[in-house]
């Protein structure tokens, strides 16, 4: 067996019915379908998780719970798994603060990871930050285990194509819908193997025209 990790993005949250750039923990609660959303995850999944971890967010830590509550697995909040902060355009819902932020998301995967806006995190820092955590978990549970970690799309896309072979136009022009997931396993040497990508499976390669895509969605 091989230990797998499996990033969950939180369910509907009342921002994102808003559209509203909401980063900061604690942000907005799920609305009435993201608590179904949740529900429906853990009433999906056919192997139990050993583990439920979420960020600090409100809108994950409920996701999370729905999780444990119908699994039967314990939930822990671990700091580190917050979305990007999107600094000056934090609560803003207009079309132009979305392009911002997304073409600053797109130099991240593309190699420009010291790229900001202003009074926000820099990919660096995100992974500087998200990236451990995941490492401690693989070292604090058996290589048979499976965790279920409750988290945010922008920074899910960002660690997958950072820790794997994930192509950056792949990661950047696939959405991860609210409760849609990304499996992790743990390689040998270290590394990790992304072998699903939502309904998406290997090779994770865009291929044609590209439709870059609203990481914060």
Not at 46 to 54: E, I, K, N, Q, Y
Not at 169 to 188: C, I
Request: proline share 6%.
């Amino acid at each position: 067996m091989t230990f797998r990790l499996v990033l969950v993005r939180h369910g509907q949250s009342r921002s994102n019915v808003a559209r509203r750039l909401d980063t900061r923990p604690p942000g907005a609660e799920l609305t009435d379908l993201g608590h179904r959303q949740a529900r429906d995850y853990a009433a999906a999944l056919t192997v139990p998780p050993t583990l439920v971890v979420s960020s600090v967010a409100l809108r994950a830590r409920q996701t999370a719970a729905h999780i444990a509550e119908l699994t039967g697995a314990s939930h822990v909040v671990r700091d580190g798994l917050q979305e990007t902060d999107v600094g000056e355009l934090e609560d803003r819902d207009g079309d132009d603060d979305h392009a911002r932020f997304t073409a600053i998301y797109q130099r991240w995967l593309h190699g420009d990871t010291a790229a900001r806006v202003p009074g926000g995190e820099s990919a660096d820092e995100v992974l500087a930050r998200y990236v451990p955590v995941l490492e401690d978990l693989r070292r604090e549970h058996p290589a048979d285990a499976t965790v279920h970690v409750v988290s945010h799309g922008a920074a899910i896309r960002l660690v997958t194509a950072a820790v794997s072979d994930v192509d950056p136009d792949f990661a950047a022009d696939n959405h991860l819908p609210n409760t849609g997931s990304v499996e992790l396993l743990a390689r040998g040497d270290g590394t990790w193997e992304c072998v699903r990508w939502d309904t998406y499976t290997p090779p994770f390669e865009t291929k044609g025209s590209r439709t870059p895509d609203d990481p914060m969605g």
